[in-house]
């Protein structure tokens, strides 16, 4: 299983990014996915996360402010963030929680993307 994240870069303080993820490989079905963030010398945060059913959740620091939504059939996650500020600024981990075709089973693992670089200039 690979997630691949794109859609990282640089922005002024109020502008917009938008991030995405895909998963690929070995896969049966996707149940929670999400994104994460760390911050230079910061432990790595949730920023969001979404069910496979589309119910979503957030950080405080994001709501209002922060979209996560997902493609169940190209098995994708994005996260639109607008009204960015530099305590935005991290590097963002997309994860999904994964059901794999074989070995039959019944307990997901989780797997992480290789993180994507996000900077808000002030």
């Known amino acids: 299983v690979q997630l691949q994240a794109s859609g990282g870069g640089l922005v002024q303080a109020g502008g917009s990014l938008s991030l995405s993820c895909a998963a690929s490989?070995?896969?049966?079905?996707?149940?929670?996915m999400g994104w994460y963030r760390q911050a230079p010398g910061k432990q790595r945060d949730v920023v969001a996360s979404i069910t496979r059913g589309g119910s979503a959740s957030y950080a405080d620091s994001v709501k209002g402010r922060f979209t996560i939504s997902r493609d169940n059939a190209k098995n994708t996650v994005y996260l639109q963030m607008n009204g960015l500020n530099s305590e935005d600024t991290g590097v963002y981990y997309c994860?999904?929680?994964?059901?794999?075709?074989?070995?039959?089973?019944?307990?997901?693992?989780?797997?992480w993307g290789q993180g994507t670089q996000v900077t808000v200039s002030s």
């Open positions: 490989g070995n896969i049966f079905s996707i149940d929670d």
């Open positions: 994860y999904a929680a994964i059901l794999p075709r074989w070995p039959i089973t019944t307990e997901t693992k989780e797997y």
